[in-house]
């Protein structure tokens, strides 16, 4: 069974790898601020958002499409509230 610290590194990885240079900054500059202190259950609620298409995503983190009610969960939500573009700006000074 994967260890918590490769299992951080690899969904981190995976968010800094989703296609778009969009969702890439988006999901990358999350990752970077909330997966070293996610425990085990935040982590799966995580991967689980990881396996969901990026037109989704994007449009829920735009404000494009409400959440649905089923996928909305304490990680979304602090996923919606992430300033990614504060975080690029802190990460890359």
Known sequence: MEDIENRRKRL?????????????????????ANVPGMDAASLDL???????????VYDWISGQK????????????????HDYARSRDENHA
Request: charged share 25%; proline share 10%.
């Open 12 to 32: 981190i990885f995976r968010s800094w790898h989703r296609g778009t240079r969009e969702m890439d900054l988006i999901m990358g500059s999350f990752a970077d």
């Open 46 to 56: 995580y991967e689980e958002l990881l396996h969901t298409p990026d037109p989704d």
């Open 66 to 81: 409400p959440v649905p009610a089923n996928i909305m969960n304490p990680i979304v939500e602090k996923l919606l509230a």
